[in-house]
């Protein structure tokens, strides 16, 4: 493409293909051995004096279809599979751009050697097993709830857009939400392109003894991992900007107000 325009015209293509797939109205598959696709291409307009028209974006002007239609896939589109195994000791990350591809490679993991697929169920699984030594009818009860939960959700998966990669951190805490011990529990995530790619959700060493402080204490916890994420995501050299700071949220005005005090930090 020689045209002046052409890293508009560019963006624009990228964003139709990407409200196909948004819409689920386009899948990108292999082409069957029996099947004629037919064609397509591009037509590129430039629109004038637009002031006080709308415009709506990917407007279908047919009803849905009962029966599959296979079309070439538009030419400078170019789409690849890719996926990421991510090792730490006996842990296990996949990251990829196509949910059925992760779903092969997890299947055929699961013939090469014995592994259990965890998803969501770190944290209550944490929870349950403190009472393992001496469970009761209620923790019974919570382990059959968490058999149930990983039944209904055994095939759900991360699914990322395709927008900016911007690293940003949430994090929360309750208030001494562990009776025996009066210790309150934090919580934080991080995301990047709006998926959810680091949680955590961990018991607090110290007993806090306001919901200040919990907060404080979780905003610190989270703090340190977005050095470390920041560190990490450098050296990658995938994520552009993170030369710059990293927006970490949290909702109580008394822990901001505490973290820009000086005396707090010596």
Known sequence: MNDVDCDQWIKAMDLEMEFMYSNSVLTLVDQPNDVKPIGCKWIHKRKRDQAGKMDVKTAFLNRNLEESIYMVQPEGIINSTVAFLVLYVDGILLIGNDVGHLTDIKKWLATQFQMKDLGNAQYVLGMVSRYQSN?????????KNILKYLRRTKDYMLVYGSKDLILTGYTNSDF???????KSTSGSVFTLNRGAVVWRSIKQSCI???TMEAEYVAACEAAKEAVCLKKFLTDLE?????????????????????????????
């Open 238 to 266: 995938v994520v552009p900007n993170m030369h710059l700071s990293i927006t970490l949220y949290y909702d109580n005005s008394g822990a901001v107000a505490n973290s820009r005090e000086p005396r707090s930090h010596k």
């Open 208 to 210: 806090a003894d306001s």
């Open 135 to 143: 469970p009761g009818r209620d923790h019974w009860t919570a382990v």
């Open 176 to 182: 001494q939400s562990e009776k025996d011990a009066r």
